[in-house]
């Protein structure tokens, strides 16, 4: 596609409810990568993709999260037992190899935990 | 640890003077570096990059910023802001051709009239 597309835009859910967040990157990209902001935060790292397999998911923050990229292209990220402290927006990026020309990212899914 | 300390959390700054916002980075063997723009309600957008080479990069808009390996800095500039430039600007660093994007806290870029 034209860009990186996120869905849904915006997701409430109430706590302890189990979430899955949508990412469609960029045609012929073969990274992806997702990322979380905070109000007022910079985006924080959880996990890349480089093809189907995670090439680094240092920053998944607990066992609660996990994504997944099947055929290499659409990535979900999971989140299993939701938090009050998960609120957030989530960014996914996409990039060709090694991201050093520059990733483009979705717009985000700004999550609420209720 | 490797990480991105940007100085200045907020930059108040009248329209048509200059402007620098400040970047660090840990010292590695290599680094890739960035800055992205967070206009308010949109997602984050490249400026300008660093990979090799010359060391004062240009980008969009008219921003500018120089790769200063002795201090560790990668700060942004732009001689004369606009009220568009008002936005959320943000230093990202690729350590060692890791692949992942380390980004910094951001700067709020505010231009008064």
């Known amino acids: 596609g034209a860009g990186v597309s996120q869905t849904p835009s915006n997701k409430v859910t109430e706590k302890g409810k189990y979430v899955e967040l949508r990412c469609d990157p960029i045609s012929g990209h073969t990274a992806l990568y997702w990322y979380r902001q905070s109000l007022g935060q910079g985006p924080e790292f959880l996990i890349y993709?480089?093809?189907?397999?995670?090439?680094?998911d240092s920053g998944l923050p607990n066992d609660r999260f996990f994504a997944v990229r099947p055929e290499g292209s659409v990535s979900t990220l999971k989140i299993q037992r939701t938090e009050r402290g998960d609120s957030a927006v989530y960014l996914c990026?996409?990039?060709?190899?090694?991201?050093?020309?520059?990733?483009?990212f979705g717009s985000g899914t700004r999550l609420t935990v209720v | 640890a490797q990480s991105v300390t940007q100085l200045d959390s907020q930059v108040p700054v009248f329209e048509e003077a200059p402007v620098e916002l400040r970047c660090n980075y840990s010292?590695?063997?290599?680094?890739?570096l960035f800055w992205y723009v967070q206009y308010p309600n949109q997602g984050l957008q490249l400026l300008l990059k660093?990979?090799?080479?010359?060391?004062l990069v240009k980008g969009i808009n008219g921003f500018e910023a120089e790769f200063n390996k002795s201090q560790t800095s990668f700060h942004l500039r732009k001689p004369s802001v606009h009220i568009s430039d008002t936005a959320e600007y943000f230093c990202?660093?690729?350590?060692?051709?890791?692949?992942?994007?380390?980004f910094g806290q951001g700067t709020e870029l505010s231009v008064k009239p």
């Open positions: 990026a996409s990039s060709f190899s090694g991201g050093t020309y520059g990733y483009t």
């Open positions: 993709f480089q093809g189907t397999g995670a090439a680094d």
């Open positions: 990202a660093v690729i350590y060692n051709q890791g692949g992942k994007l380390i």
């Open positions: 010292s590695s063997v290599s680094v890739y």
């Open positions: 660093y990979l090799s080479g010359s060391t």
